[in-house]
């Protein structure tokens, strides 16, 4: 059974940078061929990828947060993390990291289908 867990603060400052955590169980980040991903919800809205890490290592990023986004791994933790730059309340939204088979492929907005998530947690930015 794969299991995805986000950590992190659940309140961060404008201007400051937001960085979570993805700890898998069930499977290792380094194992073909997969991507590892972070998504997000903001209030009101559908949900947001924002890049991925694959299992080699290479990443890929949302054009419109690439600026500010750097998504990098801890393979002796089986750990991916993320850092967003210079938060403003409009980032304010339910992250989640996510499992995608190459298989299923990499669009412009992210993989085409994900095979686990992990529950969610609150990022509230304030002003």
């Known amino acids: 059974q794969v299991q995805l867990q986000e950590s992190g603060p659940g309140l961060v400052k404008s201007s400051q940078t937001l960085s979570l955590t993805c700890t898998v169980s069930?499977?290792?980040?380094?194992?073909?061929?997969?991507?590892w991903s972070w998504i997000r919800r903001p209030p009101g809205k559908g949900l947001e990828w924002m890049g991925a890490?694959?299992?080699?290592?290479?990443?890929y990023y949302d054009p419109s947060l690439k600026s500010r986004t750097v998504i990098s791994r801890d393979t002796s933790k089986n750990q991916f993390t993320l850092q967003l730059n210079s938060v403003t309340p409009e980032d304010t939204a339910v992250y989640y990291c996510?499992?995608?088979?190459?298989?299923?492929?990499?669009?412009?907005?992210?993989?085409?289908?994900?095979?686990?998530w992990g529950q969610g947690t609150q990022v509230t930015v304030s002003s």
């Open positions: 996510a499992r995608s088979p190459f298989k299923n492929g990499l669009g412009p907005e992210g993989p085409y289908d994900y095979d686990y």
């Open positions: 069930g499977a290792s980040i380094t194992a073909a061929y997969y991507y």
């Open positions: 890490i694959d299992y080699s290592g290479s990443t």
